[in-house]
């Protein structure tokens, strides 16, 4: 898809919540591709122009979908190696209701926030959970 849109991409952010992950018997596991990570992979298949951020990825859906009347704050990672395209992408989580936005780092730090998504899946059905996330304190 990436090549198929890669000209309107041309000095665009790009936010990447993708996460790839495999079902393996009844749980999830992560199979990140050659790059390192879904993230590193799509800033190698992007314009050089093109900034991407990785954010959103630990954040349930049930949770983002009512993050304008939520009932507590979510953190939500975000990595890039662009500073200014990271500082925007945490402006607008501030600005998205009830997330709270840490700088996760740069973009090579994103293999280890896509990687707790399976986590976070496995753990809230081994436990009966619904809507898991993470926060940090």
């Keep these: 898809m990436l090549e198929e849109i890669k000209e309107a991409l041309e000095n665009k952010i790009v936010i990447s ?8 018997g009844s749980f999830m596991a992560y199979r990140p591709p050659a790059e390192g990570s879904a993230a590193l992979a799509i800033q190698k298949n ?8 990785a954010a959103f990825h630990n954040i349930p859906a049930g949770k983002l979908r009512d ?3 939520c009932k507590a704050v979510h953190d939500a990672l975000v990595c890039s190696d662009d500073a200014k ?3 925007l992408v945490m402006e607008l ?13 740069p ?3 994103a293999s280890t926030m896509e990687s707790l998504t399976p986590l976070l899946i ?16």
């Design 93 to 105: 989580t501030r600005h998205m209701g009830c997330l709270k936005p840490l700088d996760g780092g």
């Design 85 to 87: 395209a990271k500082e």
């Design 67 to 69: 993050v304008v009347k």
């Design 46 to 53: 992007v314009p050089e122009s093109t900034r991407v951020v």
């Design 17 to 24: 919540p993708v996460v790839p992950m495999v079902k393996e």
């Design 122 to 137: 496995n753990l809230a059905k081994l436990n009966g959970l619904k809507d898991l996330g993470i926060n940090f304190s």
């Design 107 to 109: 973009l090579k730090q």
